[in-house]
């Protein structure tokens, strides 16, 4: 009984939307560029996962509580702003104490605010929204992004290094793929990705 | 410096071996003359906005504020976007008419403010910033029409399963088009 009455409420909708209809990655194809450099192994993946959902959900939550006093032409500018304020914080906890996290993900911490999740979901959910559903908005967002990097990266860490979050899983016989590793390898894993939850979701696209 | 030019646009080819700007990259790719606008008008932004910033990193480090250097950049990239638009509608309106609607999206390009970034993290000097992010911004234009060529084509002849229509085919270009430029690696002249 409990669980109908959750399904009816906004609540409900909000994480329904961010992570399965609205998926960041396989539905709106947002934030690739950190998803496929990053996803080589899961440590990296699961560290800018969780710094992408920290930024989305605390620039979201800002970005409305000021939606009534955001000039409407000087908007993206202001997210701009709040959005850097927050992935400075990100760069500097991971530099303060997990250094080796921060030397491996290099640039791309960085790259946060251009990560077109954080910014789109500013401009498409917290501006309209108060400030509580944008909150779980943001980090329902930001989870549903952390899950796709996971999953790439558990397909890829194996194939390129032999191990699984660290610990050696292949047998030591198995030549790793050194292109699983590189770019080209999260390309054909993101796009095989796609196309299989494509078929299974029957949601296709023109073109 | 030829070399160095060289690798920033094929070796280490900013879009394939670093996959930045895929956002604006698939998104735009599904022509050729939208690709061209929008890799020419990244060409300009990325250029002009990496050898501003560097005078400006080089203030920040002298007043020991370069923690900020992040908040800096994208000021002033958003900046640089908001006056070049400006003044292209006012001087230069074919131009602005041509690629104006893809000024406003390269706020954020990630290509813009990752060149910032290296330029910071590798200790470029400032001619190898300038022809680094000259380089590195070319090379994403020829990403970008590549793709786009070959999508054109695949869109005429292509007869894809339904799934792997739209963006999931891209993907797999991309990645081929990765290996072959892998192949690019050690070039010198």
């Known amino acids: 009984m409990n669980l109908i009455r959750i399904r009816y409420t906004k609540w409900f909708n909000i994480i329904k939307n961010s992570m399965k209809s609205n998926n960041p990655v396989f539905v709106a194809a947002l934030g690739l560029c950190s998803a496929l450099a990053i996803s080589n192994t899961i440590q990296n993946a699961i560290a800018m996962g969780l710094g992408v959902t920290f930024v989305t959900m605390f620039s979201s939550m800002f970005v409305s509580m000021f939606?009534?006093?955001i000039p409407s032409k000087l908007r993206i500018v202001t997210y701009m702003i709040i959005i850097s304020t927050f992935t400075i914080f990100v760069q500097k906890f991971l530099q303060a104490y997990f250094p080796s996290i921060y030397d491996s993900l290099g640039a791309y911490v960085g790259l946060i605010i251009t990560n077109c999740i954080v910014m789109g979901r500013s401009e498409a959910f917290a501006i309209k929204n108060p400030w509580r559903y944008s909150i779980i908005d943001g980090f329902f967002s930001g989870m549903g992004y952390?899950?796709?990097?996971?999953?790439?990266?558990?397909?890829?860490?194996p194939l390129a290094f032999g191990t699984l979050l660290g610990?050696?899983?292949?047998?030591?016989d198995f030549t790793a793929w050194a292109?699983?590793?590189?770019?080209?390898?999260?390309?054909?894993?993101?796009?095989?990705?796609?196309?299989?939850?494509?078929?299974?979701?029957?949601?296709?696209?023109?073109? | 410096m030829i070399d160095f030019f060289l690798s920033s646009l094929l070796s280490n080819n900013i879009a394939l071996t670093l996959i930045l700007g895929m956002c604006p990259l698939i998104a735009i790719s599904t022509n050729v003359k939208n690709a061209r606008g929008m890799g020419i008008a990244v060409v300009i932004v990325v250029t002009l906005t990496a050898v501003i910033n560097y005078p400006i990193y080089q203030l920040l480090v002298l007043t020991g504020t370069e923690d900020l250097s992040l908040l800096a950049f994208i000021i002033t990239i958003a900046a640089v976007v908001q006056v070049l638009e400006i003044l292209l509608e006012k001087?230069?309106?074919?131009?602005?008419?041509?690629?104006?609607?893809?000024?406003?999206?390269?706020?954020?390009?990630?290509?813009?403010?990752a060149v910032?970034?290296?330029?910071?993290t590798r200790g470029y000097n400032y001619s190898e910033t300038a022809v680094f992010a000259f380089g590195s911004s070319l090379g994403w234009l020829l990403a970008i029409v590549l793709v786009a060529s070959i999508r054109e084509k695949l869109a005429v002849y292509g007869d894809l399963p339904k799934g792997l229509r739209g963006r999931a085919i891209v993907f797999v270009i991309l990645g081929i088009l990765a290996l072959a430029f892998s192949g690019f690696a050690g070039l010198s002249v």
Do not use: H
Not at chain 1, 167 to 172: G, W
Not at chain 1, 192 to 200: A, G, N, T
Not at chain 2, 97 to 106: R, S, T
């Open chain 1, 67 to 69: 939606r009534n006093y």
């Open chain 1, 167 to 172: 610990f050696q899983v292949l047998p030591d």
């Open chain 2, 116 to 120: 910032s970034q290296f330029f910071v």
């Open chain 1, 179 to 207: 292109s699983m590793g590189t770019a080209s390898g999260g390309f054909f894993v993101l796009g095989l990705m796609i196309w299989i939850l494509r078929s299974w979701a029957k949601t296709y696209e023109e073109a």
């Open chain 1, 146 to 157: 952390t899950l796709v990097l996971v999953l790439v990266a558990t397909i890829r860490e």
């Open chain 2, 91 to 113: 001087y230069i309106p074919t131009l602005y008419n041509a690629f104006g609607v893809y000024l406003p999206l390269i706020t954020v390009n990630c290509v813009v403010l």
